[in-house]
């Protein structure tokens, strides 16, 4: 869906790209490298990665959408559970109220062409784009980091992505193990080559 959402949904919110890792030099090779027409982010937080693959979109004349799929609800490993960390979530009447900011930050950027959302959970987008017939040329991974959530959104949107795609995704560190076993997993069953950088890893779907 464009951002087709009233002006009330950002009401109160000023910009605010707070995010975690979206300089990496991953966006610009990935984009630089393989031009994706089609890119799908699990895990948009306040939209910081999907305005920089936009940005690079626009910077290399790439004709391409960047599908952002979220709850916009927080995470339960660095956010609910964090006292500190949970008053990001600008939790009103119970609910968290994420998604209005995300909208300010992508309007802000001008890419409401560009970059689409899908506000549901990975598996249930990954049934719903399946259905459609929905294919990537990139798929970038940051949604939760517990090893299941992070196996099943590989294994739910490997079969998304085309051949010779790229799937890449972030939090490939000591700190977040589950992420780290789950990837090395998957190549490993798979027999792929795995890249990346100092936190984020990739692998190109054989063509």
């Known amino acids: 869906a464009r951002l087709e959402v009233e002006v009330g949904a950002e009401r109160g919110f000023e910009p605010d790209l707070q995010g ?10 990935v984009l630089r490298h393989f031009h994706p027409l089609v890119i799908i982010e699990l ?3 306040k939209g910081a990665s999907a305005i920089r693959m936009a940005d690079l979109m626009r910077e290399f004349s790439i004709p391409g959408i960047v599908l952002c799929v979220d709850t916009w609800l927080g995470s339960n490993e660095s956010l609910w559970r964090v006292a500190e960390n949970r008053k990001m979530l600008r939790v009103r009447n119970g609910f968290p109220d994420m998604f209005g900011q995300f909208v300010r930050n992508v309007r802000h950027s001008g890419h409401q062409e560009r970059i689409r959302h ?12 399946a259905a459609y017939g929905i294919v990537a040329d990139a798929v970038y991974i940051d949604a939760g980091h517990d090893e299941a959530e992070v196996a099943a959104d590989i294994a739910g949107f490997w079969p998304l992505l085309k051949p010779g795609g790229i799937m890449f995704g972030d939090d490939y560190t000591t700190g977040w193990p589950g992420t780290v076993r789950a990837v090395n997993r998957f190549a490993a069953d798979h027999g792929l080559k ?8 990739l692998i190109r779907r054989p063509e």
């Open 43 to 45: 895990g948009s937080w």
């Open 194 to 201: 795995l890249m990346g950088t100092e936190v984020k890893w």
């Open 118 to 129: 899908l506000p549901m959970t990975s598996g249930c987008a990954a049934g719903l784009l």
């Open 20 to 29: 975690w890792g979206d300089q990496d030099p991953i966006f610009d090779y």
